[in-house]
């Protein structure tokens, strides 16, 4: 028979075990969102002050008018991780069904408009991950498994992680940690944002780790 206290010894060693680890998987990664306001971001549309806003810690993305919230740095070799979930309609019965879309816009270039010259991460909850060449992108290689997305995606509604890495114009894109696409682009540097296109969704937890 286990002694309590030998129980309770157990259940705290697995704890710090668990918090190592996450502290091991955040190494290197810097916040670029303070959880209070969008301070290092920009928006555009310039007017569209309503559609990115801050609620509990989460950006909150109404879905309209279309544009994207984006950073005001530009980023070159980086992994770029965030927790994303959509709003959960109340008759929604299908997850399957639900057609939920944003994404994420990497590299940006040149003018800001709708949509900018880049690539996007699709952020659709039915093919998140999966790529779309906006612009002059040079996109080859991309490697999409809808099948290791739908193993890992969770009910519309709790919260994903997505991280993308990117380096020298390679993108590998992770959900949940498990890798669900990769490619090739020629676009090497530039700021990356976030997607309003129809659908209200939320942000948390932005953070970008620089690779050597």
Same mark, same amino acid.
Request: proline residues 3%; hydrophobic residues 40%.
């Given at each position: 028979?286990?002694?309590?206290?030998?129980?309770?010894?157990?259940?705290?060693?697995?704890?710090?075990? %668990?918090?190592?680890?996450?502290?091991?998987?955040?190494?290197?990664?810097?916040?670029?969102? +303070?959880?209070?306001?969008?301070?290092?971001?920009?928006?555009?549309?310039?007017?569209?002050?309503?559609?990115?806003?801050?609620?509990?810690?989460? !950006?909150? !993305?109404?879905?309209?008018?279309?544009?994207?919230?984006?950073?005001?740095?530009?980023?070159? +070799? #980086?992994?770029?991780?965030?927790?994303?979930?959509? *709003?959960?309609?109340?008759?929604?019965?299908?997850?399957?069904?639900?057609? /939920?879309?944003? $994404?994420?816009?990497?590299?940006?270039?040149?003018?800001? *408009?709708? @949509?900018? +010259? #880049?690539? &996007?991460?699709? $952020?659709? +909850?039915? %093919?998140?991950? %999966?790529?779309? %060449?906006?612009? *002059?992108?040079?996109?080859?290689?991309? *490697?999409?498994?809808?099948?290791?997305?739908?193993? =890992?995606?969770?009910? !519309? $509604? &709790? @919260?994903?992680?997505?991280? =993308?890495?990117?380096?020298?114009?390679?993108?590998?894109?992770?959900?949940?940690?498990?890798?669900?696409?990769?490619?090739?682009?020629?676009? !090497?540097? /530039?700021?990356?944002?976030?997607?309003?296109?129809?659908s209200e969704l939320h942000f948390k937890n932005i953070k970008v780790k620089?690779?050597?």
């Amino acid at each position: 028979m286990f002694h309590p206290l030998r129980v309770a010894l157990i259940a705290i060693g697995f704890a710090i075990l %668990s918090l190592q680890a996450h502290a091991g998987d955040d190494k290197g990664f810097v916040d670029l969102f +303070n959880g209070t306001d969008l301070t290092g971001f920009k928006i555009f549309p310039e007017k569209a002050t309503q559609t990115f806003t801050v609620v509990d810690g989460y !950006v909150k !993305v109404s879905g309209n008018p279309a544009g994207y919230f984006y950073t005001d740095k530009s980023f070159k +070799n #980086c992994v770029i991780r965030f927790d994303w979930r959509y *709003k959960r309609p109340a008759n929604l019965k299908d997850d399957k069904k639900f057609g /939920g879309n944003s $994404g994420l816009l990497l590299h940006i270039q040149g003018k800001h *408009k709708v @949509w900018p +010259n #880049c690539l &996007e991460v699709q $952020g659709a +909850n039915g %093919s998140h991950g %999966s790529f779309i %060449s906006i612009g *002059k992108t040079g996109l080859t290689k991309a *490697k999409f498994s809808g099948a290791a997305l739908a193993k =890992v995606r969770k009910k !519309v $509604g &709790e @919260w994903n992680t997505t991280e =993308v890495t990117v380096k020298d114009g390679d993108v590998l894109v992770k959900v949940n940690g498990a890798q669900v696409n990769s490619g090739k682009m020629t676009l !090497v540097e /530039g700021p990356f944002g976030f997607q309003s296109e129809g659908s209200e969704l939320h942000f948390k937890n932005i953070k970008v780790k620089t690779l050597d």
